[in-house]
């Protein structure tokens, strides 16, 4: 072969190494592709997720997000545990019932850790201490985690058998206390509150489980197991952004309420952001007040599965604390 034939086979395969180093680039630049879904619907709990998305904080990490509204924790789950879709969001005892179950999925986030489920009741009420609810009527959705956690909150504060308990759905357990029907209502506290305060245009009164030993771990960053295991630098990126989205919530409540509402106009703003300024307060607990945004403690975790099993709601529990969460994702 000729110089001149040997110049042109060089250049030739210059090229096509030029061609598949930039083929390779590209495919390595283009985002990759996730999906998360809530665990519940039009809550100031899903905005921090949207924030993260509009402050580029996933975009970041090299991710394209598709963020889904949800029908419960259970339900996120399961749509975690079969493959459906990439991350949820869930509550720690629907998740710890899930792997009881034999779903493989682990919590690697600690979003909303002291448990916002309280007692909420009229404005004046007096109804700040568990002693005060003595010859109440409470009133709760049937089969919620707080009716059933109700029964262990009565017998730790010696009020077996001293409080009268109400069945009604959501809705209408609200109205109940509104009406003065009923004393006080069982519910998520940022949620209720938002509401209960614009019917009755002031503050109603909370007291909340948590402060009268009943805590309980509440939402976090659920993923696969098989996720977890084959692809960890993923699971890192999407916790990283994640948090961030979480932490910015924290600080400015009412950016995060209108990156829910732009995307779900028929939302009010301002209750929205009520709902987040409610949700990110409880983002810590005594054992992690000190650590970074979704750390979670193995004492919190076991004081969860502790009262999940003092109430009934967890039949199966593992010795195996790494079988429910994990922190190799927190930042420190």
């Not at 002693?131 to 049937?142: A, D, F, N, T, Y």
């Not at 509440?218 to 979480?246: C, D, I, M, Y």
């Not at 307060?281 to 009262?307: A, F, N, R």
Request: no cysteine; charged share 20%; hydrophobic share 40%.
């Amino acid at each position: 072969m000729d110089r001149k034939k040997r110049l042109v086979v060089v250049g030739l395969l210059l090229a096509v190494v030029l061609v598949v180093t930039l083929a390779l680039v590209n495919r390595k630049q283009e985002p990759q592709k996730v999906s998360i879904v809530l665990s519940w619907f039009a809550t100031g709990l899903n905005a921090p997720h949207y924030l993260a998305e509009d402050l580029g904080y996933y975009a970041d990490e090299g991710l394209t997000v598709e963020i889904l509204e949800g029908k419960g924790s259970g339900q996120a789950v399961k749509l975690v545990g079969n493959g459906t879709n990439t991350f949820g969001v869930a509550d720690a005892a629907a998740m710890a019932q899930s792997i009881g179950a034999g779903v493989p999925v682990t919590m690697v986030a600690g979003l909303v850790q002291k448990s916002p489920v309280a007692i909420l009741s009229r404005p004046n009420s007096g109804m700040t201490t568990p002693e005060s609810l003595r010859g109440k009527q409470i009133v709760m959705p049937p089969d919620s985690g707080q009716a059933q956690m109700f029964p262990v909150f009565l017998a730790l504060n010696d009020l077996e058998g001293a409080v009268t308990v109400l069945s009604a759905e959501a809705t209408a357990s609200i109205n109940l206390v509104l009406n003065e029907k009923a004393d006080g209502v069982g519910n998520y506290a940022p949620t209720a509150y938002t509401i209960m305060e614009e019917a009755l245009g002031e503050p109603p009164t909370i007291l909340y489980y948590a402060d009268y030993g009943v805590q309980t771990l509440s939402s976090g960053l659920v993923v696969n197991n098989n996720t977890l295991k084959k692809n960890p630098e993923l699971v890192a990126k999407f916790t990283r952004a994640t948090v961030r989205g979480w932490e910015a919530a924290r600080e400015n409540p009412r950016a995060a309420a209108e990156s829910y509402v732009k995307r779900f106009p028929e939302l009010d703003v301002d209750s929205i952001t009520k709902m987040v300024e409610g949700f990110t307060s409880l983002m810590s607990t005594e054992y992690t007040k000190d650590m970074p945004v979704g750390w979670m403690s193995e004492e919190d975790w076991l004081q969860t599965l502790d009262i999940l099993e003092a109430s009934g709601m967890l039949q199966q529990r593992d010795a195996d604390m790494s079988k429910y969460y994990t922190n190799e994702f927190i930042t420190k």
